[in-house]
């Protein structure tokens, strides 16, 4: 799951006001958040039969990973999950073995994002600074459109 920076903020506030400095379980989060006018509600799929489907396929990536992937040198596609914003949408796997500018259209302002994401979020982590620090000199450098760190960033 993927949060915009706002999105970010407003879970944390929430999740902060109910729980203060205690880290929640998750069977507690998802108590608060079956109130449908709970500002994490729409975080979570209702559905019980998607949800069941969702859980299952993230199960059978699971097998795959532990016994298929990280136990045998077999060559397996690579996929990435994206997050695209489109309506009810959570998100689209694609393979980027295929040399697709969509793709790429599509993976680099996701991938811009989550840094974004991560450097807000630690940001007052003393022992991050040189991750947060080599972070925004990409960021800087990218949206100055230096091409040799496009070039670094898509390759």
């Known amino acids: 799951m993927l949060l915009s920076d706002k999105e970010f903020q407003s879970v944390k506030t929430y999740l902060d006001k ?18 449908e006018k709970s500002a994490i509600h ?71 994002s989550e840094l974004k994401s991560f450097k807000e979020r630690y940001k007052n982590h003393i022992k991050l600074v040189p991750v947060i620090d080599a972070i925004n000199q990409l960021l800087k450098e990218y949206e100055h459109g230096e091409e040799e760190t496009k070039a670094r960033i898509c390759s």
């Open 18 to 35: 109910h729980f203060g400095k205690k880290v929640p379980t998750p069977e507690e989060v998802l108590e608060i958040a079956k109130d």
């Open 42 to 112: 729409s975080y979570f799929e209702w559905d019980d039969k998607k949800a069941a489907k969702q859980y299952r396929l993230f199960q059978a990536r699971s097998l795959i990973k532990i016994v298929l992937i990280e136990d045998s040198p077999r060559e397996i596609p690579s996929y990435e999950y994206l997050k695209i914003e489109s309506g009810n949408n959570l998100g689209s796997y694609f393979s980027n073995n295929e040399e697709s500018h969509s793709f790429e259209d599509l993976m680099i302002p996701s991938a811009l």
